[in-house]
Structure formats: C-alpha cells, structure tokens
C-alpha cells in the first residue's frame, strides 16, 4: 500500500539504508501512478480473480522475503491465513497503522494485530486507538525535496487549507473563518499533489484539520516548507510528542469554535508567521526527516529478527 505515497518512502529510505525493501501495491495511486516496485494491477472486481493473483504473489515472494512490513490493516491474503503462513515459514511481520484504520475503533476491533511481530503506529494520538503499540514512528519526508520558502510579508495573508475530503477535515469551518478576517483562502482539493504543493508552497498560512486529534502528511510538509500551521491537536499527544522528541511542537492548535481567535494573530503578525515557520523546519527536521524515520524502522526490525 502506498497512502499518500508513505510505503513509498520508506521503501526508498530503507534502501539508502542498505536494506533490500520493495514496495507491493495493489494497484497504484491515482496521483502517483509510478511509485511501486511490484504491481499486482489486482482485477478490480471478483473477489476470487482477486485472490488467485494475490495467492500467486504469496507464493512468489514469501521464500525471498524476510520481513512483511503491512499497511493499513491490509496483509497481502486474508489474514487468518496469512499470518499462520508466515509463522509456519518462521518469516516476521509488521502492522503499521495510518489512522482512518484505527480511528474510533475498540480495542478488541483491533484484536488481530497481535498476530503479528511488532505494530506501529503514527503518533502518540493514536496510541488513543492502540495503546499497546510496539512503537511510535512518526511520518517521513525526504527533506531534500522540501526547501524552506521565505516568509513574505503581506497586507492580505494567503492561508491555504488543502482537504482530502472536505467533510472531515472541517473546510466548512475554515471557509467560515476566514471570510471574518482580512486574508486571501485557497481551498486546494482533488487535484495532482505536484499541483497542490505548488499552490501550498504561496500560502503565508496553512490550516490543515478540525476534526482530528493529530495532524496529517499535509501539515508535516507544510512545516518542511516553513509554513506556520494551525489544526486540531490533543493537548495529551502534544506533551508526549514533546517528551519523547526533546522539542516543541511549534503548531497553533485550535477548534472549529476558536479558529478565528487563533487565526488572527497569525493574520496579524508577520514576525509571528516567520517564527513558527522557522520553527516548524526545525521540529520536522528532528521528527520527520525520512533517513530518522528509516533508522527506527531498522531499529524495530533488528528487536524481531
């Protein structure tokens, strides 16, 4: 699986590494149409055409792989025959949850990832969902790709809000905001993420979520790119996030109630915007720089093997 192109990074970091990885897919991303090693282009109906070109990749790749890093809940057959497959082979595994697949779920939902060697999840708000988690890996980006944007300063601050699905990211709200503050608002949404970054790379300000209890991929990039950033964030999450990273969490947190209150001095201040621009680099240099992610991963693998 490759959301929001994640296997796809740690595949790649994991190879600069040194560390032979391979990304399976069951089909490619809409917006990322080349990112995979190994494409099944599963047939997109019938469950059993499916399950005769998944069994066959089985087959193929379980005598040459040591270690099956699944995403998202998904294992490459059903589950209850895929890990009793793997155990017999004696080859490790690992779950590695992206959010909407623990989201809001009881525990007990969640029961089947202890037949597997390790579970990771995203960020300490998740542990919410799956306390127990073998680890807590935060998401990547290869920084080489990101540069920091110069702050620009402006009579109408641009703030862009980026939504993979407007309902839930709270756009609604935004949308509602801004039009009670003196700024521009892009709304970038369904379009290829190449466009989208060069739309978010203008913004003087990012809003990235309402709803959630974490932030996503797009506040993370957002930051790279020196950005100041404004979502929803669990007051808990954000002390553990500080506590194990040694550093602040340089994001404005707000509600869909407060929104304009925490706007506004953004709007206002351009020292204030260039700061925590400045600071959000920092913070994704220290927590998600993709080469740190990938060292944790290589830490994690050796506790199993």
């Known amino acids: 699986m490759n959301l929001a192109g994640t296997g796809w990074a740690h595949v790649n970091a994991l190879r600069r590494k040194g560390v032979d990885a391979k990304l399976l897919v069951f089909w490619p991303q809409k917006w990322r149409p080349e990112e995979y090693d190994i494409n099944l282009d599963l047939p997109r109906s019938g469950f059993l055409r499916q399950q005769a070109v998944q069994w066959r990749a089985l087959a193929r790749y379980l005598p040459q792989t040591d270690i099956f890093h699944f995403y998202?809940?998904?294992?490459?057959?059903p589950k209850s025959l895929n890990m009793p497959i793997l155990r017999a082979a004696r080859k490790k595994s690992v779950m590695h949850f992206l959010g909407d697949d623990i989201r809001?779920?009881?525990?007990?939902?969640?029961?089947?990832r202890k037949k597997f060697d390790a579970w990771i999840v995203g960020s300490y708000a998740a542990t919410r969902w799956v306390p127990d988690a073998t680890a807590v890996i935060p998401p990547g980006l290869d920084l080489r790709d990101y540069?920091?944007?110069?702050?620009?300063?402006?009579?109408?601050?641009?703030?862009?809000?980026?939504?993979?699905?407007?309902?839930?990211?709270?756009?609604?709200?935004?949308?509602?905001?801004?039009?009670?503050?003196?700024?521009d608002l892009d709304v970038v949404h369904g379009v290829p993420h190449d466009e989208a970054v060069e739309r978010f790379k203008r913004a003087d300000i990012v809003v990235d979520q309402l709803h959630y209890l974490w932030h996503g991929v797009f506040a993370i990039e957002s930051m790279a790119y020196g950005k100041p950033v404004v979502t929803h964030l669990d007051p808990e999450a954000v002390a553990q996030t500080e506590e194990a990273f040694g550093m602040k969490v340089p994001i404005v947190a707000a509600t869909k109630d407060d929104l304009v209150e925490k706007l506004r001095p953004l709007v206002e201040s351009f020292e204030l915007r260039k700061r925590l621009g400045e600071e959000g680099r920092a913070y994704v240099e220290r927590v998600h720089d993709l080469d740190k992610v990938a060292d944790r991963f290589i830490e994690l693998y050796r506790s199993i093997l």
Do not use: I
Not at 72 to 77: E, Q, R, Y
Not at 104 to 112: F, I
Not at 149 to 176: C, I, N, Q, Y
């Open 104 to 112: 809001g779920k009881r525990l007990d939902e969640l029961e089947y």
């Open 147 to 183: 540069e920091a944007m110069p702050a620009v300063e402006r009579e109408r601050p641009l703030v862009v809000h980026a939504p993979s699905d407007p309902e839930k990211k709270g756009t609604r709200h935004v949308v509602e905001a801004c039009a009670q503050l003196p700024v």
């Open 72 to 77: 998202f809940g998904k294992t490459l057959v």
